[in-house]
C-alpha cells in the first residue's frame, strides 16, 4: 500500500485525483472540478460518535434553537473532500471543503484575507455554527474562481475573524439549499450561494451539481465535482430522479424518501432523510438498524461501535436495497463493507469485517431517519438539481465492482 504510516490529527492526502480527460469544460454551460478525498485519521474509534453527532447537529440546526445540537466539529470527519478554489483578483488559492449539508462559502480559516480591486466589504457580519464548529467575521463580495470557464463576479463570501473546530482547510464550499444560509449575514435574508450565482451569472445552464466519488481504497481516490450538469462518462444508467421530500427536518437538506430492504425483508419503511457528502457511513434510524444486524447476524464492536460479521457471514450477505423514487438501488455484499485495505489507516482491525450501516442513534419517524454518506455515494452518481427540485441517482462502473 502507498498509505504512509498513521499520524495522528493530521489528513492524509490519499490522492491529487487529475480527474481523467473528459472534454467537459468543452461542453456548454457546465465544467467540472477536482475533489480531493482526505482521511482524517482520527480513527475509527471516534467515527460513529463524530458522525452521530453531526447528524444530531443537523437534525436541529437553526429550526429549533431550544434544541441541544450534537456536539459536531466541521473537521471531525472521517472522510471529507477538498477543493481548490480562486478568490480575488489577482486570485489566491485557497482548499475548501466541499459541502452539501450547509450553504454558506466561506474562507481565511488558515490563510489570511487579503483584498484585491475585486474585494467589496458589504459592511455585514457573518455567523455560523455547525454544531460545536463555528466561523464569525464580515461578508464579502468577491469574485470566486472555480475553474477558468467557471468564474463568479460578486459572489458574497464570509471572511473570518474566528473559526473553531475548523482543521485542514481554509473555509467551506457551501453546497447545500440557499434557505440554510437564512439568519447568517445581518440584514439579508439569504446569501445566494455559489451555485445561485453561477446560474444568474449564465456560467451554467441549470442549478445542478454532479458529484463523483470512486471508492476510496482503489488507485483512482480522486472525486469530481460538475456545476452545470453531470459526467455521462462515468455513469453505466441514465439518471433517474426523485422529487425532494417535503418531511422536516430533512426537507431543509437535501432531502429524499426511501425505504430499504434487506434480500426481500423490509428493514425500514418508506421515510425522510438526507442526502450527504459530509457522512462517511450509512445510517439509519435504531429500529431499522436492528433489524438489519439481525438478518445478518452481525455484532456490534464495543470499540468502534462499528457492526462486523465473520467470513461465513460475509458469503451470506444478502443485496441491501435502497428504494428511492420506485428505483432500486443495490448494495451488494462488497459495498456493505468498510474497504478491508483501509482498515489498517483507520486503526481497525486488519482482519476483522466491518459493515458501512450503522445506528442513527433514534428511533424511525422523526423526519430525518437516514443519512447516506460516502458509503453510498461511491456506489452511485449524485445529481443534485436545485431547479427542479430533486436528486438523482445513477449506476457508474463501481456500483457492483469489488473494491476491497
Ligand atoms: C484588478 O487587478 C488585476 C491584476 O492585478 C488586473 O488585471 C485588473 O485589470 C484589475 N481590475 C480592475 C477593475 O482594476
Ligand atoms: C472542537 O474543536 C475545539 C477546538 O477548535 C475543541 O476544543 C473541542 O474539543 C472540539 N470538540 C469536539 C467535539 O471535537
Ligand atoms: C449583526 O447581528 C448580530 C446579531 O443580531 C449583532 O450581534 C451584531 O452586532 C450585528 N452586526 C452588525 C454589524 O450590525
Ligand atoms: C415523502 O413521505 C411523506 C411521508 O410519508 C409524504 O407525506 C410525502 O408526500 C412523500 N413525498 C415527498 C416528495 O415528500
Ligand atoms: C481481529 O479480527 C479477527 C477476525 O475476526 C479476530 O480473530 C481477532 O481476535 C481480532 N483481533 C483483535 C485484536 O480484536
Known amino acids: 500500500m502507498y498509505f504512509p504510516a498513521m499520524t495522528l490529527l493530521s489528513s492524509l492526502l490519499l490522492s491529487l485525483g487529475f480527474v481523467h480527460a473528459s472534454p467537459l469544460s468543452r461542453d456548454t454551460g457546465k465544467a467540472s472540478l477536482t475533489?480531493?478525498?482526505?482521511?482524517?485519521?482520527?480513527?475509527?474509534?471516534q467515527l460513529v460518535e463524530k458522525e452521530r453527532a453531526r447528524i444530531q447537529s443537523l437534525k436541529y440546526a437553526s429550526h429549533d434553537d431550544s434544541s441541544g445540537s450534537g456536539s459536531f466539529n466541521v473537521s471531525n470527519r472521517v472522510i471529507f473532500y477538498t477543493a481548490e478554489v480562486g478568490v480575488g483578483t489577482p486570485s489566491t488559492s485557497r482548499t475548501l471543503l466541499v459541502d452539501t449539508g450547509s450553504s454558506n462559502t466561506w474562507v481565511g480559516a488558515s490563510q489570511p484575507y487579503v483584498a484585491t480591486n475585486s474585494s467589496v466589504n458589504t459592511g455585514n457580519s457573518v455567523s455560523v455554527t455547525y454544531g460545536s464548529g463555528a466561523f464569525y467575521g464580515e461578508e464579502w463580495l468577491d469574485t470566486v474562481t472555480l475553474t477558468s470557464d467557471l468564474v463568479i463576479d460578486k459572489q458574497s463570501i464570509g471572511v473570518a475573524s474566528g473559526v473553531f473546530g475548523v482543521n485542514g482547510f481554509d473555509g467551506i464550499l457551501g453546497l447545500g439549499p440557499v434557505d440554510l444560509t437564512q439568519n447568517s449575514v445581518n440584514n439579508t435574508f439569504e446569501v445566494p450561494t455559489v451555485t445561485d450565482n453561477l446560474y444568474a451569472q449564465r456560467k451554467i445552464s441549470q442549478q445542478v451539481i454532479g458529484i463523483f466519488f470512486s471508492p476510496a481504497s482503489e488507485s483512482d481516490n480522486s472525486g469530481e465535482l460538475v456545476f452545470g450538469g453531470y459526467d455521462k462518462s462515468v455513469m453505466t444508467s441514465p439518471v433517474r430522479y426523485v422529487p425532494l421530500t417535503t418531511m422536516t427536518p430533512a426537507a431543509h437538506y437535501w432531502g429524499i424518501n426511501q425505504s430499504i430492504s434487506?434480500?426481500?425483508?423490509?428493514?425500514?419503511?418508506?421515510?425522510?432523510?438526507i442526502v450527504d457528502t459530509g457522512t462517511t457511513l450509512i445510517y439509519i434510524a435504531s429500529d431499522a438498524f436492528q433489524r438489519y444486524q439481525s438478518l445478518t447476524g452481525a455484532t456490534l464492536d464495543p470499540m468502534t461501535r462499528l457492526l462486523t460479521i465473520t467470513s461465513a457471514q460475509y458469503a451470506k450477505l444478502q443485496t441491501l436495497t435502497f428504494n428511492i423514487g420506485g428505483i432500486s438501488y443495490g448494495l451488494t455484499p462488497n459495498a456493505q463493507i468498510w474497504p478491508r485495505s483501509l482498515n489498517d489507516v483507520m486503526g481497525l482491525n486488519t482482519s476483522a469485517i466491518y459493515l458501512v450501516i450503522n445506528d442513527i442513534g433514534y428511533p424511525s419517524g422523526s423526519g430525518f431517519d437516514f443519512a447516506n454518506g460516502y458509503s453510498f455515494l461511491q456506489r452511485f452518481y449524485s445529481v443534485f438539481d436545485t431547479t427542479n427540485q430533486r436528486v438523482g441517482f445513477a449506476e457508474t462502473v463501481h456500483t457492483k465492482s469489488s473494491s476491497n
Open 35 to 45: 475533489i480531493s478525498t482526505k482521511i482524517n485519521t482520527v480513527g475509527a474509534s
Open 262 to 273: 434487506y434480500g426481500e425483508t423490509t428493514v425500514l419503511s418508506s421515510t425522510a432523510g
